[in-house]
């Protein structure tokens, strides 16, 4: 059994920040990406950065220059730091991971998803 559970989320102003965390626990072999997704009201759900095991990273457009993710890959955790927030960085933000679970082939798990809201 894999657990992500997520924390930082949260209300704030527009340019400000804000820094997620995502921990992965359970019988855990090892594990490839991590990544951060988003979903907005209405709209439907969106990369916003991802990273490899090797400490390569990929960002959404709309979050370069802005949001850092970075790994820790003894504690099994993931952040995702966002700086210069805007209102349309609104969403809930969910915490992936590719786990691969003994002997089972890799499998995406999902947390359960933290709000983050920002005002004007």
């Known amino acids: 059994q894999v657990q992500l559970v997520e924390s930082g989320g949260g209300l704030v102003q527009a340019g400000g920040s804000l820094r997620l965390s995502c921990a992965a626990s359970?019988?855990?072999?090892?594990?490839?990406?991590m990544g951060w997704y988003r979903q907005a009201p209405g709209k439907q759900r969106e990369l916003v950065a991802t990273i490899i095991s090797g400490g390569s990273t990929n960002y959404a457009e709309s979050v370069k220059g802005r949001f850092t993710i970075s790994r820790d890959n003894a504690k099994n955790t993931v952040y995702l730091q966002m700086n210069s927030l805007k209102r349309e960085d609104t969403a809930v933000y969910y915490c992936?991971?590719?786990?691969?679970?003994?002997?089972?082939?890799?499998?995406?798990?999902w947390g359960q998803g933290t709000q983050v809201t920002v005002s004007s």
């Open positions: 359970g019988s855990i072999f090892s594990i490839n990406a």
């Open positions: 992936n991971a590719n786990i691969r679970v003994w002997p089972r082939v890799p499998y995406d798990y």
